[in-house]
């Protein structure tokens, strides 16, 4: 069995769905689980939606309620004949629930609302995949993941119940193994023992997709992306990128930990613990070799990789009565940076300081204000960037401080970690 997953970027119109079923249909005879995250920016919608609910916002919400059907709508009329109208019943259904929301209370919880609308999206791409299959080939099979991935109820960033999990994934396939020989299922969400949906965090269908291939023993899983393949750059930021055609499992979570969005930090440590390889490929042109990501280390030092994080806030705190800043105190300052949902990127203590780097979120510093002003003198910096270096060299060091002032630095024997500000 091989475990595929399908971002919404190979998804977005008829087109690339009929792509994604002919990556999926080639190799015939290997049994396959298809992981898909929802259609193009869909889930960016469904978040808007939310939050017009919320602010309750009626004409957004109708809008944005409309706009997200009637993509969905065209795209399932371009694309299927015979299953056509079981799956614009299906859509209707789901659109009905979608556009009652505005007539119910918003939950205290805005979390929980979340998950019960953004979950949609997958829901809604998982079934239309599944109607075009079903035109091409028989033994194909619908799963809802919510009925498999069971997770405890911290909605949005929902954490795997891994013991209960494996059991309902197991149960499930042995009851449909025998005539099935494509399932189709969703990436990112689940549900908790009482059945209320949750999800497991922005671009979570990786995770979703590795905890298939661990449970089901699967021989790979492939990740399949709009680019050849894991880059040594994010093409966003770096004009010259390089792929990575082989990486260790450690190199991938590590180059995860500092920050590279190609897969979904969580994914790696499923696979590396039952030995599956993880393949990068593009779904633009299967024919290219992509990259591996498994157990053999030898090519890890090969190619420097570099990570970058922009909007970057340094916030510095010094306590008023200029105390040391010793473990107590350390895991009072953890605590409270956790208690606003914010990660620290980079740290560094004196005595009487400790300096932190986070994402500049929205309201980010008011609420860290709040946290520490009562004893502490505290100092932003912001409109900074984070940039990481695995197996850097003095050359690689020079191409990326160019006209920049360094803020902070911390060097590893293979990482080096720069925090800059233009000085342009
Ligand atoms: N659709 C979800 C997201 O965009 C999950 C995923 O794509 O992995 O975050
Ligand atoms: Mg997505």
Redesign the pocket.
């Known amino acids: 069995m091989r475990i595929y997953k399908f ?2 970027a190979s998804l977005k119109n008829a087109q690339g769905i009929k792509n994604v079923g002919k990556n999926i249909l080639t190799d015939k005879d290997i049994k396959k689980g298809v992981i898909v ?2 259609i193009g920016n869909t ?1 960016n919608q469904l978040e808007e939606i939310v939050e017009a609910l919320k602010t309750n916002n009626q004409v957004t919400f109708r809008y944005l309620v409309d706009l997200l059907y009637r993509s969905h709508i065209q795209i399932a009329s371009d694309l299927l004949t015979v299953r056509l109208n079981v799956t614009l019943d299906f859509l209707e259904q789901q659109f009905v629930y979608l556009n009652e929301k505005i007539h119910k209370p918003f939950s205290e919880n805005e979390d929980y609302e979340y998950d019960q609308i953004v979950s949609i ?2 829901i809604i791409s998982s079934k239309i995949l599944e109607a075009y299959l079903t035109e091409n080939v028989s033994n194909v099979t619908w799963i809802n993941a919510k009925e498999l991935i069971r997770t405890n109820a911290n909605y949005k960033q929902a954490e795997v119940d891994w013991t209960k999990t494996n059991e309902l994934i197991l149960n499930k396939y042995s009851d449909i193994e025998k005539n099935t020989n494509i399932f189709i299922t969703q ?2 969400i689940g549900s908790t023992r009482e059945g209320i949906t949750t999800t497991l965090g ?5 995770y979703s997709a590795a905890i298939f291939a661990y449970t089901l023993n699967a021989e790979s899983l492939t990740i399949w992306k709009d680019v050849p393949g894991m880059l040594n750059a994010d093409p966003k930021w770096f004009d010259e990128t390089i792929q990575l055609p082989h990486i260790s499992f450690q190199e991938a979570i590590e180059l995860a930990y500092y920050g590279a969005n190609v897969i ?1 930090p969580k994914t790696i440590k499923p696979l590396q613990n039952k030995n599956i390889p993880l393949y990068v490929k593009s779904f633009i042109d299967p024919t290219l070799q992509g990259s591996i990501i498994d157990a053999e280390i030898q090519d890890d030092t090969l190619i420097p990789s570099f990570i970058f994080k922009m909007n970057q806030l340094k916030i510095s705190i010094t306590p008023k009565d200029f105390s040391f800043i010793a473990e107590e105190k350390l895991s009072q300052i953890f605590n409270s940076i956790s208690s606003v949902n914010a990660h620290i990127n980079l740290m560094q203590n004196s005595a009487i300081s400790f300096d932190f780097v986070i994402d500049n979120k929205k309201g980010v510093r008011e609420l860290l204000t709040k946290e520490f002003e009562k004893e502490y003198t505290i100092s932003f910096k912001d409109e900074l960037e984070l940039v990481t270096i695995r197996h850097y060299d003095q050359e690689t060091i020079q191409r990326v401080i160019l006209d920049k002032e360094i803020i902070l630095t911390q060097q590893t024997k293979h990482t080096t970690r720069m925090l800059m500000r233009d000085l342009l």
């Open positions: 971002g919404g995250s929802a889930t999206g997958e990436g990112f922005r671009e979570g269908s990786d979904h």
